[in-house]
């Protein structure tokens, strides 16, 4: 499965659009609060990338239901919650695609 934030790709053509798709994902375990600024920041960092790990696999399986190979013009929304949460929000058009002849 292909996943890009483009509107095309490289090498291959769109055959059909399949449906719009998304996944979202929310830390479960809050933060820790510290007095360490930059340990802070790196929790906020690991916690984002985990997460929105979460929220593309959960994009890449709601597009294989409408059988989909590639996900194209994903838009990322990443929100920090008052309480420490991290929330993340991906959607996406899914397309079956083919590749082009030379």
Known sequence: ?????????????????????SGTAVNVQKMKMTFNMQKYYAGVSESISEVKEQALEQLKVNAEKLNANAVVGIQVDIELTATNYVAISVTGTAVSIIKKMN
């Open 1 to 21: 499965m292909i996943l890009t934030t483009t509107n095309s790709i490289d090498g291959f053509t769109i055959a059909e659009y399949r449906g719009i798709v």
